[in-house]
């Protein structure tokens, strides 16, 4: 089953607002990605987190590895209508020293954006 | 370049019948992702592939569910006998350098009635 807790389940805000949403884990992660899905497509990768504490910047998109290692953040400024998806958090959990890219996906927060 | 290519991207079938799901991996790419994706469990990996060998096949579900990958641009997942619990979005997803880094398909929808 699932080992990511992602919230919120859902968010529906208006356009030039910013969007915040969150994943935790009661495990380690020793990596962190963000995906967005659209309606009929694959999930795409926005953002990965390599280090603890770590904050990265993907346009209006910033996200940061928990420094505890079991959480990571989203952030969405002055959100657009094309911001509109599903937007997933996955995890690499820590296992020796193998990077296997074995993936736990959250649930995903779904987000409307009104014009 | 293209990327990950997915057939069929809709199948209807009924219950009992064989599913064939097959996977072009983006070329270049060395590691290779089955997953599923359901409202109820969200998004799981199935089973990967590293250099057309199974990593790890601890997701399939049972028995009925096989994978293979006979060589670095081909990969299909068979589903035998089908039963209506299996009906879901199925992602074949690839990669190179940074195994986690993964490049989606559009997915195949698969529904058994």
């Known amino acids: 089953g699932q080992q990511l807790n992602q919230s919120p389940q859902s968010m529906f805000i208006q356009e030039g607002e910013d969007v915040s949403m969150n994943c935790t884990s009661s495990s380690i992660f020793n990596t962190w990605l963000w995906y967005k899905q659209d309606p009929g497509e694959g999930p795409v990768l926005l953002i990965a987190l390599y280090k603890a504490g770590e904050l990265t910047s993907n346009g209006r998109l910033t996200a940061q590895f928990g420094i505890t290692r079991k959480d990571s953040f989203l952030n969405i400024s002055a959100s657009i209508p094309s911001d509109v998806g599903i937007y997933f958090c996955?995890?690499?959990?820590?296992?020796?020293?193998?990077?296997?890219?074995?993936?736990?996906f959250g649930q995903g927060t779904t987000l409307q954006v009104k014009p | 370049d293209a990327g990950v290519i997915q057939s069929p991207r809709h199948e209807v079938t009924e219950m009992g019948q064989e599913v064939t799901l097959r996977c072009k991996p983006i070329s270049g790419h060395n590691s290779l992702f089955w997953y599923r994706q359901t409202m109820m469990r969200g998004l799981e990996l199935l089973i990967y592939f590293n250099n057309n060998v199974p990593i790890d096949d601890s997701g399939m579900p049972e028995d009925r569910f096989s994978a293979k990958m006979p060589n670095a641009s081909f990969s299909t997942l068979k589903i035998q006998p089908s039963e209506p619990r299996d009906s879901a979005v199925y992602f074949c997803?690839?990669?190179?350098?940074?195994?986690?880094?993964?490049?989606f398909g559009p997915g195949t929808r698969l529904t058994v009635t």
């Open positions: 996955a995890g690499q959990r820590v296992r020796g020293s193998s990077n296997t890219g074995k993936l736990i």
């Open positions: 997803a690839s990669s190179f350098l940074r195994p986690h880094e993964q490049y």
